[in-house]
């Protein structure tokens, strides 16, 4: 099974701040998402990328941008982070050949003050 | 766009009854694939078992779906609950009418199976 991890687990952030969440995986995936969990809304995609150094914009991408310097690294950059953001934030990969089935990390919960 | 709804926001049952997770879906594309993704408390959500074939049984793990294309369902049942089956439960799409496999997920059904 995949392996992905994501740091910090766990951040407290100030409103207006930069925040980075970090994502590495180590199973040579090609695919790369970041999700948001808020509960009532599920799971929704902001960020994707399927080749290091390039980025896809998913279903909820504003406010965020996202970084892929390399197959097994995927950031998460909330350049000004606002009350909204406070989430818990997965990230997830999938195999280029089994694009279907995607292999989640822990996930990381943010709150913003 | 396509969509996923799931009309159970909270299930409670009583271990031992059978559970039953509606779950409808919007898409133009003619074979989408199907997900049942499961959540413990304090974990990511891990795939339970997909379908991508129309009128086809899938089981995995005691929990089984029937992907319905004609009435646009895959409801995810199993004969009987167990404490360990209380999780959040999501529902998920996936086809290529974005251009790649992206997976479109339900709001989640919250099960809590009770002694």
């Known amino acids: 099974e995949a392996a992905v991890t994501q740091s910090p687990r766990s951040k407290v952030a100030v409103t207006g701040g930069k925040v980075t969440l970090s994502c590495h995986q180590t199973?040579?995936?090609?695919?790369m998402y970041w999700y948001r969990q808020d509960t009532g809304h599920g799971l929704r995609l902001i960020h994707y990328?399927?080749?290091?150094?390039?980025?896809e914009k998913g279903d909820i991408p504003d406010g965020y941008k996202a970084s892929r310097p390399s197959q097994e690294n995927f950031s998460l950059i909330l350049e000004l982070a606002s009350l909204s953001q406070t989430a818990v934030y997965f990230c997830?990969?999938?195999?280029?050949?089994?694009?279907?089935?995607?292999?989640f990390g822990p996930g990381t919960r943010l709150l913003v003050l | 766009g396509d969509s996923v709804t799931q009309t159970e926001g909270l299930v409670t049952l009583t271990e031992g009854l059978p559970v039953m997770l509606n779950c409808t879906y919007q898409?133009?594309?003619?074979?989408?694939?199907l997900f049942w993704y499961v959540q413990h408390l304090n974990e990511s959500p891990r795939l339970l078992l997909k379908?991508?074939?129309?009128?086809k049984r899938t089981e995995h793990q005691g929990f089984h779906a029937t992907l319905h294309k004609s009435s646009s369902s895959f409801h995810l049942q199993k004969s009987s609950a167990q404490l360990s089956d209380s999780a959040l439960y999501y529902c998920?799409?996936?086809?290529?009418?974005?251009?790649?496999?992206?997976?479109?997920f339900g709001s989640g059904t919250q099960l809590t199976v009770m002694p």
């Open positions: 997830a990969s999938s195999d280029r050949d089994n694009q279907d089935t995607q292999y």
């Open positions: 199973n040579n995936h090609d695919y």
């Open positions: 990328s399927y080749v290091a150094d390039s980025t």
């Open positions: 898409t133009i594309y003619s074979n989408p694939f």
């Open positions: 379908s991508f074939t129309d009128n």
């Open positions: 998920a799409l996936s086809d290529l009418s974005s251009g790649s496999w992206q997976l479109i």
